[in-house]
């Protein structure tokens, strides 16, 4: 458990809090929304102790009674295919819902490659514009993070059209969940709901409650940490970061980005020289910055911009007290925030950087940084600052376990963003993580499949689909065998597809980008992600797999590979048969020749004259070009069981 030092710490950084009336029905349900087909859907609010709540829809009604704390439940078998119906809830209150279809509700869920929005994917722009799909509906969950589970997490439901998929969230609605939806709606002729459910930069751990962690035994440090927060009654923690810095960074402690702070002992500097001026050059740690800006009146518009370049490691920026946006990493900040934060006189812009590896620091640029308002005034912010340091990380000192931006402690987003949902009737869910796991891949291999139980669980509607897309090429191509998370993430993600029911995975080795783990084909994502819906839910007799690897057999000098779902036969595409890599006792890994025979690929290479274990596809970023007629790349394979790179990563 944690040391009393922490839960003094805790509670010094806790506010009081109110707790808010809870709504009469919940948020999950509004104009517009899908209702979950051929399935009792569960509805529930908040009302009275006792008192009486029905539920009409399409000429049928149920009810239900408030249970102590005021909840209110009632089941309903929902009325045909189609609509649009209207929805009564009767009791203290009354609410009447429009627009309401039934057809299919899914799940989007995961990191940024699931939060991609349509506007951001390959012809965006494009797509964005014919993307009037009536029968598709859209739910975006705000993001939100818990110690405990969460009542509510309020959005509104929204017809799919140019105006709307296009708007919010990182460039719109999920591009991956739109294309899975758009196909899907368009071969089942159903009305088609997606809940998207995403963060970037999240943790398949923060994704799962404390129940379902305990018995793996890999996070109950972490645990013993949250229970003593969640007693403490602390304000929630999504990060290791932010957790160190809640201990350690006077900053936060004495609550620096606020105006009224003083700042009679910080030291004047310049941002490109701030770690450097304050003896912090190439040392871990946090450094706060702060300036004043001067406005004569107060700005017009809805909105500012403050673009501050790129900076070492993470930053935290506020205006005026206001926290307006925070990143990780060397990329960009350019952060929106509302005018309304902005006032005239003087306006205080404080900037928390927390290196934890590198220089640190604000990096050199040819663009100043600037405060940009919405009619197009710049206001240049090169010039002096205040500095001082908010705490140092000491050499041999305690560390921040993971240097992440978003959330990655474990349960935070299981309480904060799926619980609300549930259970909410759905007909399945597709999931693009585990780019944050990947120095971790071998414990993925029982976290995914914990996690996966564990919505079911929550949900109660069985073992409902869950389909999974296969982590994108990326990196730099290498010129030798090598070893690496990345590959044996998606071997994880592989196991987890094959041993967990109702489960399947999109393979996506053939549409990455080498220098952006973003890649913007997601429209073959989506599509992908569909076949395996309209095969294995919708028992539509089409191939929904690329070539999977089944046995070996060690023929002299080469190795018989053998495949299911070659569908019509296996395919080199593009040209001579790549990708393939075998090894002898000495485990050295060379690159093969192979060639297809019949159903079958012979492997074999000069330099392993004895070989033992083939591999296929198994790099960051491999060059490989199995196919089946189907046109669906092979899924990355290894004969072998060694020893990974990742397997003693906790």
């Not at 991609?116 to 993001?143: C, F, H, T, W």
């Not at 029982?446 to 990326?474: C, E, N, T």
């Not at 029911?501 to 980008?513: C, E, V």
């Amino acid at each position: 458990m944690m040391t009393s030092l922490l839960l003094m710490l805790a509670a010094s950084m806790s506010t009081a809090t109110i707790n808010e009336p809870l709504p009469f029905l919940s948020p999950m349900f509004g104009d517009h929304m899908v209702l979950q087909r051929d399935k009792r859907n569960t509805f529930w609010g908040w009302t009275k102790p006792g008192e009486k709540v029905r539920v009409t829809i399409g000429g049928k009604s149920a009810s239900g009674v408030a249970d102590d704390t005021g909840k209110w439940v009632v089941k309903l078998n929902p009325p045909p295919v189609g609509g649009p119906y209207s929805l009564k809830v009767q009791g203290s209150q009354q609410v009447e819902l429009q627009d309401i279809l039934v057809g299919d509700v899914w799940l989007c869920t995961g990191q940024s490659n699931m939060e991609m929005g349509l506007s951001q994917a390959l012809n965006g722009k494009a797509e964005v514009a014919s993307a009037d799909e009536p029968q598709i509906r859209l739910y975006m969950a705000p993001r939100q993070y818990a110690y405990a589970p969460k009542a509510i997490n309020a959005a509104a439901w929204k017809v799919c059209t140019s105006k709307t998929v296009g708007k919010d969230g990182w460039g719109g609605f999920s591009a991956v969940g739109y294309f899975f939806g758009r196909e899907l709606q368009h071969k089942l002729q159903v009305p088609v709901g997606l809940v998207a459910i995403a963060w970037g930069g999240t943790s398949a751990e923060a994704w799962t409650s404390a129940g379902a962690l305990r018995p793996l035994s890999d996070f109950n440090t972490e645990l013993d940490q949250l229970e003593a927060l969640q007693q403490a009654k602390a304000d929630p923690i999504g990060t290791y970061n932010e957790l160190w810095i809640t201990q350690h960074n006077a900053g936060t402690l004495g609550a620096w980005q606020k105006p009224e702070s003083a700042t009679s002992d910080w030291k004047a500097t310049t941002l490109a020289n701030g770690f450097a001026d304050l003896g912090m050059s190439g040392k871990k740690g946090v450094v706060w910055f702060r300036t004043t800006v001067d406005l004569a009146m107060p700005p017009t518009g809805e909105t500012a911009t403050i673009a501050l370049g790129r900076i070492q490691t993470a930053d935290t920026v506020w205006v005026n007290g206001t926290k307006v946006g925070s990143s990780n990493g060397q990329g960009q900040r350019v952060y929106i925030f509302a005018s309304a934060l902005l006032k005239s006189g003087q306006n205080v812009v404080a900037i928390q950087v927390f290196n934890t590896r590198g220089k640190g620091g604000f990096a050199q640029s040819s663009t100043p940084p600037a405060l940009k308002l919405a009619d197009g005034t710049r206001i240049d912010l090169a010039g002096t600052w205040l500095g001082k340091v908010g705490g140092e990380i000491k050499q041999g000192g305690p560390m921040p376990k993971d240097g992440e931006p978003n959330p990655t402690i474990p349960t935070v987003l299981m309480n904060g963003m799926i619980a609300p949902v549930s259970p909410m009737a759905i007909r399945g869910a597709i999931w693009y993580q585990g780019e944050t796991n990947s120095g971790r891949s071998y414990q993925y291999r029982r976290l995914l499949p914990a996690m996966i139980a564990d919505w079911r669980k929550l949900f109660g509607q069985g073992d409902f689909p869950f389909y999974i897309v296969s982590l994108a090429a990326w990196k730099a191509r290498l010129a030798q065998p090598s070893e690496d998370g990345w590959t044996e993430l998606r071997e994880a993600q592989a196991m987890t597809a094959a041993k967990v029911r109702h489960s399947g995975i999109a393979i996506t080795t053939d549409i990455g980008d080498a220098i952006d783990v973003h890649p913007k084909d997601k429209k073959t994502v989506g599509e992908r992600l569909a076949l395996i819906a309209l095969a294995n839910e919708f028992h539509e007799k089409i191939e929904f797999s690329g070539p999977t690897y089944k046995r070996m057999k060690v023929e002299g000098n080469s190795i018989r590979l053998s495949f299911d779902h070659v569908d019509k036969g296996l395919v080199a595409k593009g040209g001579e048969l790549v990708g393939f890599a075998v090894a002898g006792d000495d485990r050295k890994w060379h690159w093969a020749k192979a060639k297809i025979d019949g159903e079958t690929i012979l492997v074999s290479s000069p330099e392993v004259p004895k070989p033992i274990a083939a591999r296929f596809a198994w790099a960051a970023n491999p060059d490989c070009n199995l196919y089946n007629t189907a046109g669906l790349p092979a899924i990355p394979f290894r004969t072998d069981d060694w020893k990974g790179v990742t397997a003693d990563n906790k």
